[in-house]
């Protein structure tokens, strides 16, 4: 009885969420589709869009002040006094002005720069309340779908705890069950019957949220998300590459950049007042009683050059100054307040995309063996060779391991949503636009350039090389400590499956090595070394056939040396990923032994590269001095 009555509050909650949102709802839908309603509807952006407009009503008005003001005065008065010959009359007079200004210290122009930067800033603040609705939108729209699938296994979860209860109490009527079971499956039902109260209460509140930032509920059947595909390449690449793509094309931080600009038109506008101002000036009036107040119609016209020029205010255009000064400092901050939120954003979704993609191959693993264990426990339990105990525990296994898999696929993506929102191309990414939007081009004073590395410097976070356990090798010997049972073997030693030095018999003679892999210093007699001075350009390991001057003194030694041969060593700075930058210096130590081998003929046998990537810098910190040194190629030359 008591399920029966678990079972209809659940339908009771099951229509209260139906009631409350009674609205008719569209059969199918993608996230592009819902982007697309959000950015062109949602109030917040609505808001934006009217202070970018606004922006630019302000640029025509400062622009005014380039152009002369007419003036019409006019006045009709009856007078009454007690002196003179007409002691009460009707007097009328009509003037037109023309004024135009000839200068202001440039007060104009400094107004009209500003307010042409500023309304830069309205738009890149448009264009970053666009990106972040994009992405509450993307998140809703991927939560909403996550809920679903999770409601989904719970339900499933719960049904399964059904059966095996109606299994359990048909044995204990029957007498042949016992009771502890029932109460066991009892709880472990009560349990599952949570879990999808808690699912659906999940769902509700992602269903508001997302009716929120669209006006509309989501549609029952929502396509699949896939980002993958619209990363950018820089994503594969090291954070200080990511970041340096972001400082380009994230809306929020270009408006803190276009604000600092902005403000120091400012300060130009505050000095103006230091200046004097000069106005042309011309006037036509006529008057229908003359100065003694007779009835005499006269007129009168002048043309001329009007000079003002303040000498004391109270010390109002210096506190002016100073205040414009104070203004720029605050845009600085804010600046730096949107380097380091971006920065964060971008290291900590970047961070969320490499792991939780190494992580989904094994969380499948466990989810599918889980399945297996499940349905062999089952069969066993309906024989007799499994405890009920054994089957809940399975089958909670796979609910729980079931339920971490979807949900590493989604925070996946909501983490590449994340990424590409902080590089400001989210709303490019899905093929989405906003009505009606400017460009920068057609809006600034003039665009802006700056140093990055001075402005907001890339600064990896400095876990990011010990960030997986499973590939961390500490001594270099292709064992990662995971598995390594001799974690301080001897550089460059031979090592068995657990890490451990392996008995070698010595060989009779050298022979050159087949691989980087193969070589040890260890092995032969060095001859000489020596630095090579090759240039890369960043991220590149394409060399020029210019560079082959640089190779004369290994060309040397070679022809010197007839048993000689040479190791080629790549090393990289320690700004970038350190994988990466393996890699790279590896790649590099290649490329200058093939151009070694193809304009000397030397014998490729002879010549062997190796990349040591961050592991030996001569500078131990990160630096544009530092990284220019470690950034090198060396040379070994070796007796065979």
């Known amino acids: 009885m008591s399920k029966m009555i678990t079972f209809w509050a659940l339908g009771l909650v099951t229509l209260s969420l139906s009631a409350q949102e009674s609205s008719p709802v569209m059969r199918s839908a993608s996230l592009e589709q819902y982007v697309s309603k959000s950015i062109n509807s949602n109030p917040e952006i609505q808001a ?20 002369p003001s007419i003036d019409v005065l006019a006045s009709s008065a009856y007078t009454e006094r007690n002196y003179g010959l007409d002691q009460d009359y009707a007097g009328h007079t009509a003037e037109i002005r023309l004024t135009q200004l000839l200068y202001d210290g440039f007060f104009t122009s400094s107004e009209v720069s500003r307010f042409k930067q500023a309304q830069v800033v309205r738009y890149y603040e448009l264009m970053g309340e666009i990106e972040q ?53 009892s709880g472990r039902l009560s349990l599952s019957e949570s879990n999808v109260l808690t699912e659906l209460s999940n769902l509700h509140d992602v269903t508001a949220r997302f009716l929120r930032l ?85 007129s009168e016209a002048s043309v001329g050059v009007n000079f003002s020029y303040n000498i004391y205010n109270g010390g109002a255009d210096r506190a002016a100054i100073r205040q414009a000064l104070s203004q720029v400092d ?55 060779e499994r405890s009920l105990l054994d089957l809940l525990d399975s089958e909670n296994e796979y609910y729980e391991s079931s339920r971490a898999y979807v949900q590493a696929n989604y925070t996946l993506e909501k983490a590449r949503a994340r990424l590409l929102a ?28 700056y140093d990055p590395n001075h402005v907001c410097p890339a600064v990896r976070t400095s876990l990011e090389d010990e960030r997986n356990i499973l590939k961390r090798d500490s001594d270099s010997d292709g064992i990662v400590d995971l598995w390594d049972d001799c974690v301080n073997s001897t550089p460059g030693a031979m090592v068995d499956d657990f890490g451990c030095e392996a008995s070698v018999t010595e060989p009779q003679a050298m ?14 007699h060095v001859l000489a070394s020596f630095s090579i001075n090759i240039s890369f350009a960043s991220n590149s390991s394409k060399i020029s056939s210019e560079y082959t001057s640089s190779l004369a003194q290994v060309i040397d030694a070679l022809e010197q040396y007839d048993n ?7 090393h990289a700075s320690l700004d970038g990923d ?63």
């Open 133 to 185: 609705k994009s992405l509450e939108t993307s998140l809703a729209y991927l939560d909403v779908q996550l809920y679903r699938e999770l409601l989904s296994l719970a339900e499933k979860n719960l049904i399964t705890h059904v059966d095996v209860f109606k299994q359990i109490e048909e044995s204990v009527i029957a007498g042949v069950g016992r009771r502890a079971d029932l109460e066991q499956i």
């Open 48 to 67: 934006s869009w009217r202070q970018l407009q606004i922006a630019m009503k302000d640029v025509d008005i400062a622009k005014s002040g380039y152009l």
């Open 330 to 384: 605050l845009a600085k901050d804010l600046r730096d307040k949107a380097c380091v939120d971006m920065r964060q954003t971008i290291q900590i979704a970047r961070n969320d995309i490499q792991n939780i993609s190494e992580q989904l191959p094994s969380l499948n693993a466990h989810r599918l063996s889980s399945d297996r264990v499940k349905s062999a426990y089952m069969d066993q339990f309906t024989i007799g």
């Open 511 to 524: 022979t050159p090595p087949a691989s980087a892999a193969d070589f040890t210093l260890d092995d032969a």
């Open 214 to 298: 669209v006006g509309e509920k989501p549609a029952e059947e929502l396509a699949d998300v896939s980002l993958s595909e619209t990363m950018p390449e820089s994503v594969e690449m090291d954070i200080e590459s990511i970041l340096l793509a972001a400082y380009e094309t994230n809306p929020s931080f270009n408006a803190t950049i276009y604000n600092i600009d902005a403000q120091r038109f400012a300060i130009d506008s505050a000095r103006s007042r230091y200046h004097p101002q000069v106005n042309l000036t011309a006037s036509y009036g006529a008057q229908t009683r003359d100065e003694a107040a007779l009835n005499n119609t006269i």
């Open 564 to 570: 000689a041969g040479v190791i080629i060593h790549g």
């Open 422 to 449: 902080a590089s400001g191309v989210l709303v490019k990414a899905l093929g989405v636009s906003r009505n009606g939007v400017a460009s920068v081009s057609e809006l600034a004073e003039k665009e802006l350039r």
């Open 578 to 640: 350190a994988a990466y930058n393996q890699r790279l210096s590896e790649q590099r130590a290649s490329a200058v032994a093939a151009l070694l081998i193809e304009s000397t003929g030397i014998d490729s046998r002879r010549i062997t590269s190796v990349g040591y990537g961050e592991t030996r810098p001569l500078i131990d910190e990160e630096s544009l001095a530092a990284n220019a040194e470690n950034r090198r190629i060396e040379a070994t030359i070796i007796q065979l």
